[in-house]
């Protein structure tokens, strides 16, 4: 974990309720894809840990869904604000088990921390499929990013206003060779129920401090009770404990 003072070079609207943010800093982040950082936020007691979209240089990119006070603040913060942000944070996605057509799938707001994942994967020379679901054509991100990258990229949408109707578990077929995905509880466990092979799952959680230290994002495992926060955010398929 690492702590450092970021201004904003971008707080853009890209889809319906959904916000992309260009943080720079003082020197080069080394964020590894799948983590992600936790902004202090004027007025708010506990910081708002994000996922990642992507990092290069001093920059960090992240997506943000209004979703509660603190998502609506950082709505209206303009360019050239300073925030105090912890970022390194988490355990990030292993690229180096995927074998050659790794498949990634994503669910709505956990579409992001997959795009500076399929870049990494793109960059190793690997075949990068790729799934993204969401409610409906106006909460779509990413999509026209990831096929710059060479990514084959299917949208999904419940009510079938953009690419096809269903979601992302539905559509996971091919010959593909490993899984990534993130997203809401229920899109990954039914991921997880489709997914026949081995891969890793980002999970979204409600956490309080971000780095291990309250417990609050604790849950259970078969290797034993892990933090997301911590010991995640991702996890490995076979380890996961899928708890009502």
Same mark, same amino acid.
């Given at each position: @974990?690492?702590?450092?003072?970021?201004?904003?070079?971008?707080?853009?609207?890209?889809?319906?309720?959904?916000? $992309? @943010? &260009?943080?720079?800093?003082?020197?080069? *982040?080394?964020? +590894?894809?799948?983590?992600? +950082?936790?902004?202090?936020?004027?007025?708010?007691?506990?910081?708002?840990?994000?996922? &990642?979209?992507?990092?290069?240089?001093?920059?960090?990119?992240?997506?943000? $869904?209004?979703?509660?006070?603190? !998502?609506?603040?950082?709505?209206?913060?303009?360019?050239?604000?300073?925030?105090?942000?912890?970022?390194?944070?988490?355990?990030?996605?292993?690229? !180096? &088990?995927?074998?050659?057509?790794?498949?990634?799938?994503?669910?709505?707001?956990?579409?992001?921390?997959?795009?500076?994942?399929?870049?990494?994967?793109?960059?190793?020379?690997?075949? &990068?499929?790729? *799934?993204?679901?969401?409610?409906?054509?106006?909460? *779509? +991100?990413?999509?026209?990013?990831?096929?710059?990258?060479? *990514?084959? !990229? $299917?949208?999904? !949408?419940?009510?079938?206003?953009?690419?096809?109707?269903?979601?992302?578990?539905?559509?996971?077929?091919?010959?593909?060779?490993?899984?990534?995905?993130?997203?809401?509880?229920?899109?990954?466990?039914?991921?997880?129920?489709?997914?026949?092979?081995?891969?890793?799952?980002?999970?979204?959680? $409600?956490?309080?401090?971000?780095?291990?230290?309250?417990?609050?994002?604790?849950?259970?495992?078969?290797?034993?009770?892990?933090?997301?926060?911590?010991?995640?955010?991702?996890?490995?398929?076979?380890? +996961?404990?899928?708890?009502?």
């Amino acid at each position: @974990m690492k702590k450092g003072i970021f201004s904003i070079k971008e707080n853009i609207e890209i889809a319906a309720g959904t916000y $992309r @943010m &260009v943080l720079e800093g003082e020197k080069d *982040v080394n964020i +590894i894809p799948g983590q992600f +950082i936790d902004i202090k936020l004027d007025g708010f007691t506990l910081r708002r840990p994000v996922s &990642v979209c992507d990092a290069y240089g001093s920059k960090i990119v992240i997506c943000y $869904r209004i979703a509660g006070e603190g !998502t609506a603040a950082m709505r209206e913060y303009e360019e050239g604000r300073k925030l105090d942000v912890l970022y390194g944070l988490g355990n990030g996605f292993d690229i !180096t &088990v995927c074998g050659e057509k790794p498949l990634l799938a994503g669910g709505g707001i956990g579409s992001a921390p997959l795009y500076m994942l399929a870049k990494e994967l793109a960059a190793a020379g690997k075949e &990068v499929s790729c *799934v993204l679901g969401f409610n409906t054509a106006k909460e *779509v +991100i990413l999509a026209d990013e990831l096929r710059a990258l060479g *990514v084959d !990229t $299917r949208v999904v !949408t419940v009510d079938g206003s953009a690419g096809d109707r269903g979601y992302p578990s539905e559509y996971l077929g091919g010959d593909c060779t490993y899984i990534y995905t993130c997203g809401p509880k229920a899109m990954l466990k039914g991921v997880y129920s489709s997914w026949n092979g081995d891969g890793q799952f980002s999970f979204e959680e $409600r956490m309080g401090c971000g780095f291990g230290a309250c417990m609050g994002c604790t849950c259970k495992t078969k290797e034993g009770y892990k933090r997301i926060c911590k010991d995640g955010p991702v996890l490995y398929k076979e380890e +996961i404990l899928w708890e009502d």
